[in-house]
């Protein structure tokens, strides 16, 4: 077999057996305890993330999936010109940043807020700086998916209320799927 350094003492030996990481007994103790001392800190950092997690509240989790979402619409709406104004990411910003702009906004319409149809990729002058480019926004949109959905959107006033676990499973598909998307453009 050929030879190999040692992981703990790094000098050179020649191993018995083709899977030893260590030259003797003292090294292989020392690489058990770091070892068994890794694995320990793995398990407390579980443990920590699931105390965390469990002391979460709703808005903390509506907060994240919020996020998971936004991120998802970017992804999906990448290439794609700004819904108000048509500019491409490209043209205007160093760095090609959209956000996620909302037709109806969250404030205003918050049983919208996860509503694929509600959400587009929008340049942050149209969304930040003009406060969403409503009119523009809406012609847009109507191009997009169609006038008879717009007025669907604009007439839906129904309340809804998301409970943690849907807002906890939301979170973890639309991360997924922005991956995804990424990773087809080849961003990741």
């Known amino acids: ?11 050179d ?23 068994n001392t890794n694995a320990r800190e793995k398990s407390a950092r579980k443990a920590l993330r699931k105390r965390k997690e469990a002391l979460k509240t709703r808005s903390d989790w509506i907060k994240e999936a919020q996020v998971a979402f936004n991120a998802y619409i970017r992804a999906r709406d990448y ?9 491409f990411e490209q043209e205007r910003f160093t760095g090609g940043h959209f956000d996620c702009g ?8 918050a ?11 929008q340049c942050k002058r149209c969304n ?11 012609m847009g949109l109507s191009r997009r ?6 007025s669907r959107l604009e007439r839906d006033n129904q309340p809804r209320s998301f409970d943690m ?13 922005a991956r995804h998307y990424k990773k087809l453009r080849g961003l990741l």
């Open 128 to 138: 930040r700086d003009l406060s969403g480019n409503a009119v523009e926004y809406r």
């Open 1 to 11: 077999m050929r030879a190999k350094v040692c992981k703990v003492c790094k000098a």
């Open 79 to 87: 290439g794609k010109p700004c819904i108000s104004c048509g500019c």
């Open 111 to 121: 049983h919208l807020r996860y509503h694929f149809l509600n959400a587009a990729g």
């Open 13 to 35: 030996f020649n191993p018995m057996r083709s899977l030893q990481s260590v030259c003797g007994p003292r090294c292989a103790v020392k690489h058990s305890s770091l070892t």
């Open 165 to 177: 676990e849907y807002l906890k499973r939301l979170k973890r598909i639309l991360s997924r799927r």
């Open 145 to 150: 998916i169609g006038m008879e959905r717009v």
């Open 102 to 109: 909302h037709y109806r906004s969250t404030g205003a319409a």
